[in-house]
Structure formats: structure tokens, C-alpha cells
């Protein structure tokens, strides 16, 4: 909580010509809170993992097949104590710009969900992020 009461405000560097408004990157997040959670002994790490396919069953009985995943695990850590979130990538197969994209995005929100930094610009847009899901019903 003192950490966040020291995060500078907001600087949003970028303008998002789609939707008509500016808004803070990845790389204003990062210089933004890294020092201050530095000065409290708070290690920031935002690596990549694959989570493997799976089969769930559902209470009424049915299997949903979830493909292989590339997430996004975001951690705060101060010593014993560890705060995390993990956001999907979301790309175009086969589209190496997409797949960067996509995980640039995935460790904005994950920063600056776990941060309180800077509100979503989209709730929904948000929403989709942290919710998506390719299904298959079996």
C-alpha cells in the first residue's frame, strides 16, 4: 500500500487513433512503477509460459476442451508475500507481429492490474483480456 501511494500519476505517452484517446504504454507502467517498488524491496517479474491443453468437466456433465495457452504470469513479490495475475496472449496464429502484440499487451494489464496504476481504458476491452477463452464442446 505505501508503494502505491507513491506511483507517479498516470503519464500516457501514446495515442490510440482507433478509439480517440491517449493512454500509458507498457514502457511508461514500467519506468513508471518500477522504481518505487524497487525502494520497497518489491521484485516485479512478467514472464511467458505455455499452459498445456486440457479437458474440464462442467457440473451438468459436459467436457470443454481448452487448447495450449501462452500466458502472461505478472508477480509482485516481497519476501515470503506474492501477489499475481495471469492475462492471456491473444494473436493471429502464425503472425509473429501479432504474437509481440499481443504479449505486450497481456503484460500492460498484467502491470498495471496488479499495480492499481492506471484505470482500464476499456472495461471491456479489459474484460475480454482476462476472460478469453477458446472453448470446444465435446
Known sequence: AKAQLE????FKSAENTFLGNS?????????????VLNKYGIALTQ??????????????GTEVYYPPQDVVVTTLRYKDQ???????????????????S???????Y????????????????????LNHKKTKER
Open 102 to 108: 499481443g504479449l505486450t499487451y497481456a503484460r500492460r
Open 82 to 100: 506474492v501477489l499475481q495475475t495471469e492475462v492471456p496472449v491473444i494473436y493471429k496464429a502464425g503472425d509473429c507481429q501479432s504474437y509481440g
Open 110 to 129: 498484467g502491470l498495471f492490474g496488479l499495480t492499481c496504476w492506471e484505470k482500464p481504458l476499456r472495461n471491456r476491452l479489459m474484460d475480454c483480456l
Open 23 to 35: 493512454y500509458a504504454t507498457l514502457d511508461d507502467g514500467i519506468e513508471a512503477v518500477r522504481p
Open 47 to 60: 514472464p511467458c509460459v505455455r499452459v498445456p491443453e486440457r479437458t474440464e468437466k462442467k457440473e451438468d
Open 7 to 10: 506511483f507517479p500519476k498516470a
